[in-house]
């Protein structure tokens, strides 16, 4: 069986959570917690970096930051991941469901100001497969409507918008890295703070609501409670873990680009002969290869063709259900339309995409697909 995923291990985890358990200091914000951190915050210019239990989390933390509660809107694409959404649902915020673009699925410019009302707080954009969303507009549209620009940059960690780290654009940002994403702990995330002035609230909320970051760090006698919080950082032995992938990123990549490479290249005949559209990610967007996907151009062949790879052994898989048509939002809402995002998650397949993938198995499901489709 060719497997959606495999988790990409570096060989150092091991050692480091061995380091970890020696040094005798294994709660948060310890050592490897401040490695990881470092790591960000040096190679991409992130302001402030602070290491969560996962991007939800740190969703969770941004909308505790911006005060989020009830009678505040929140625009969100439907296209997503139910966290994008639920961190502010749950602080209150009626969510706004934005659309898609018609030719890929990051959330569409162009409709998003007419979804801006006197409640709207902030916009949450996904960098959807790690291919940045037309990020100039959005600032544009946030600065002239003084609204938050938040990414969910859970796929896009070391992807571009032109030379521009993705989750440095916004006011904030969440990184994941669960055990799909291109870097993993198993469970873990980051929350990127771009704003100064929240950064020291951001310390607190993340430490139960109290000021033992800076205690930690001498700067206080005594640490006490002084706001809203709750405990949002991972044990060092999940930092260890973290820090030694982050070690090898420069070579997850280049293995990722390559494989991404091949999928783009050899699936392009099928796109010429209208069985597919593989929306080319826009020039600006220089992406990490965290999925490689396509659309049916015919969305009822979807099930048959997920159902013919399967059974030559070839795990790929559809995606997102919309959200603005999910059980939960429409207890309280009415249907709406939004026929881009509708579309996305009728036709999306998602192709199998790790480290250890290799030229014998990308050749078969390059076949596969292309028998499914009567060519070659
Ligand atoms: C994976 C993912 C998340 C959630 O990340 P976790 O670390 O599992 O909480 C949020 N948003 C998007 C778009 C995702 O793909």
């Known amino acids: 069986m060719i497997t959606f995923n495999k988790p990409y291990f570096s060989g150092k985890e091991l050692d480091y959570i061995k380091e970890a358990i020696a040094s005798k200091k294994l709660s948060g914000n310890g050592v490897f917690t401040q490695k990881c951190q470092d790591f960000f915050e040096d190679k991409y210019g992130f302001k402030k970096c602070l290491l969560t239990h996962s991007a939800t989390a740190a969703l969770d933390m941004i909308a505790l930051l911006l005060e989020i509660q009830p009678g505040d809107e929140v625009i969100v694409p439907s296209f997503t991941f139910v966290s994008t959404a639920n961190s502010f649902a749950s602080r209150g915020a009626k969510i706004i469901f934005a659309d898609s673009c018609s030719d890929h699925p990051n959330m569409d410019p162009g409709k998003v100001e007419a979804l801006i009302g006197p409640k709207t707080k902030a916009i949450v954009l996904v960098h959807y497969a790690g291919v940045a969303c037309d990020m100039p507009v959005f600032q544009e549209i946030c600065r002239k409507h003084q609204l938050y620009l938040i990414e969910d940059a859970a796929h896009a960690i070391h992807s571009f918008y032109h030379e521009e780290a993705l989750g440095g654009m916004g006011h904030f940002a969440a990184i994941s890295f669960h055990e799909t994403k291109n870097i993993i702990a198993g469970e873990g995330g980051l929350l990127v703070i771009n704003d100064q002035n929240f950064v020291k609230r951001a310390e607190i909320i993340w430490e139960k609501g109290t000021n033992r970051t800076a205690f930690a760090r001498h700067e206080t006698q005594k640490y006490e409670w002084l706001d809203k919080g709750s405990s949002f950082l991972p044990s060092e032995l999940?930092?260890?873990?973290?820090?030694?992938?982050?070690?090898?990123?420069?070579?997850?990549?280049?293995?990722?680009?390559?494989?991404?490479?091949?999928?783009?290249?050899?699936?392009?005949?099928?796109?010429?002969?209208?069985?597919?559209?593989?929306?080319?990610?826009?020039?600006?967007?220089?992406?990490?290869?965290?999925?490689?996907?396509?659309?049916?151009?015919?969305?009822?062949?979807?099930?048959?063709?997920?159902?013919?790879?399967?059974?030559?052994?070839?795990?790929?898989?559809?995606?997102?259900?919309?959200?603005?048509?999910?059980?939960?939002?429409?207890?309280?809402?009415?249907?709406e339309s939004l026929p881009h995002a509708t579309n996305f998650a009728a036709s999306i397949v998602r192709l199998p995409m790790y480290y250890e993938l290799g030229q014998t198995e990308l050749d078969f499901i390059a076949q596969s697909l292309e028998e499914f489709f009567n060519f070659g």
Do not use: C
């Not at 992938?245 to 420069?250: G, N, P, T």
């Open 238 to 335: 999940t930092a260890a873990f973290l820090f030694a992938q982050l070690e090898q990123l420069d070579s997850i990549q280049m293995r990722r680009h390559f494989l991404w490479g091949f999928y783009a290249k050899r699936l392009k005949k099928l796109e010429l002969m209208g069985k597919i559209n593989l929306h080319s990610p826009a020039e600006y967007a220089n992406h990490n290869a965290h999925l490689f996907y396509f659309t049916v151009v015919d969305p009822t062949q979807r099930e048959p063709l997920l159902q013919f790879l399967e059974q030559k052994g070839i795990q790929a898989l559809s995606h997102y259900l919309p959200l603005h048509l999910s059980p939960f939002h429409l207890q309280g809402h009415s249907k």
